[in-house]
């Protein structure tokens, strides 16, 4: 079992910059590919960005390409996302989630195995 869990979501500006972190436990990170995903009120779960176990590999949705960059430490079991240039429709609740794999870039939330509880990001006009 890996428990997940999000922090550093917030109220902010058009424009302005957060740092999602995503720390866990129960089992090194080492294994698992990881990604984020967000959900908006009455949206489906979108996939956001994911990155393979050795960090050599990454993919993100289109609409965050550019603005959004995912990162991980191993050693600290955490996983990152810096989101720069935020716009209002990044409004929604961020999740992390791992997936038992080397690396995937399959964008379906039913591909990964953990998740967390998310944390809410919104972004004021």
């Known amino acids: 079992q890996v428990q997940l869990v999000e922090s550093g979501g917030g109220l902010v500006q058009a424009g302005d910059s957060l740092r999602l972190s995503c720390v866990a436990s129960g089992h090194s990170i080492s294994y698992f590919a990881m990604g984020w995903f967000r959900q908006a009120p009455g949206k489906e779960r979108e996939f956001v960005a994911s990155?393979?176990?050795?960090?050599?590999?990454?993919y993100y949705a289109e609409s965050v390409k550019g603005r959004f960059t995912i990162s991980r430490d191993n050693a600290k079991n955490m996983v990152y996302v810096q989101m720069d240039s935020l716009k209002p429709e990044d409004t929604a609740s961020y999740y992390c989630a791992a997936a038992a794999t080397a690396y995937t870039d399959d964008r379906r939330p039913s591909s990964y195995d953990y998740w967390g509880q998310g944390t809410q990001v919104t972004v004021s006009s």
């Open positions: 990155i393979a176990r050795s960090g050599a590999s990454r």
